[in-house]
């Protein structure tokens, strides 16, 4: 059983540098965001070990309308557990602690190997496919939080 809760980005450091960013240190793996005030991470755990992560930050996007909106940045999950449902558990968590929050809007720079998962997740595309630097292709997917 997943068990999720609210850790501080150290705790999901190791994993996303392990899934996201293996040429890089784990330090290197820290974004700008992670220390925002509002920013919060979350972990599931299967026997005690971190297998899931997710991060999410208040933060716009100029192509993207939302009056309180939020990005999910690294998410990932543990090839031991890929295809079991940890990852959409471990994200509708985050959508709910999201709506209490009264955000509407939520997007990602997805990678071409999780625009199934997203889309599985109701998530939409948003602009052309895109590189980044040492990472490889992506494209910004997004989720209206609230109805409109």
Excluded at 91 to 111: Q, S, T
Aim: aromatic letters at 8%; hydrophobic letters at 35%; proline letters at 5%.
């Amino acid at each position: 059983m997943l068990e999720i809760s609210q850790v501080l980005v150290e705790e999901v450091l190791p994993l996303r540098q392990k899934v996201l960013r293996p040429n890089f240190s784990v330090e290197q793996c820290r974004n700008p965001e992670d220390s925002h005030a509002l920013s919060f991470h979350l972990a599931g755990r299967v026997g005690g070990r971190i297998v899931t992560i997710a991060s999410f930050h208040p933060q716009a996007h100029r192509d993207l309308h939302g009056g309180h909106p939020y990005r999910l940045r690294g998410m990932a999950s543990d090839e031991s557990v890929r295809g079991s449902g940890c990852g959409g558990q471990i994200l509708r968590r985050g959508v709910d602690l999201l709506r209490e929050k009264r955000c509407d809007l939520l997007w990602a720079n997805a990678r071409i190997g999780a625009f199934p998962f997203y889309e599985k997740e109701g998530f939409l595309y948003s602009g052309e496919l895109f590189d980044i630097v040492g990472i490889g292709p992506h494209k910004v997917m997004y989720k209206h939080l609230i109805p409109r």
